[in-house]
């Protein structure tokens, strides 16, 4: 298992900029895929963007395709999420997560392949 704190989270007007930092305790952070997921009131959590242990290999929800970029710095064990062009609908709990299997070279899309959470960062996007 890893430790997982979310930063960065806030308010914001829609079209604004906002990232998103998840910093990991324990070794062995470079050997997971990391995700970021989300979760608005009433709605399941989703998975919003994910990455491989090298970086080499990206997800991207489609509705957020071309506004976020999910990156790596295993040298410091945070992974990052920015966030651009910013919606209403982007308004949610953001959480990082990391998969629970540790070959860390399969993005898996559901909750459930996350054994990893950090405590979640609101993001709220105003119209």
């Known amino acids: 298992q890893v430790r997982l704190v979310e930063s960065g989270g806030g308010s914001v007007q829609a079209g604004g900029p906002l990232r998103l930092s998840c910093a990991a305790s324990?070794?062995?952070?470079?050997?997971?895929?990391m995700g970021w997921f989300r979760q608005a009131p009433g709605k399941e959590r989703e998975l919003v963007a994910a990455?491989?242990?090298?970086?080499?290999?990206?997800y991207y929800a489609n509705s957020v395709k071309g506004r976020f970029t999910i990156s790596r710095d295993n040298a410091k064990n945070t992974v990052y999420l920015d966030m651009n062009s910013l919606k209403p609908e982007d308004t949610a709990v953001y959480y990082c997560?990391?998969?629970?299997?540790?070959?860390?070279?399969?993005?898996?899309?559901?909750?459930?392949?996350?054994?990893?959470w950090g405590q979640g960062t609101q993001v709220t996007v105003s119209s």
């Open positions: 997560a990391g998969d629970s299997m540790r070959s860390g070279l399969v993005i898996r899309t559901t909750p459930g392949a996350f054994g990893s």
């Open positions: 324990g070794r062995t952070f470079s050997t997971y895929t």
């Open positions: 990455i491989i242990r090298t970086g080499g290999e990206t």
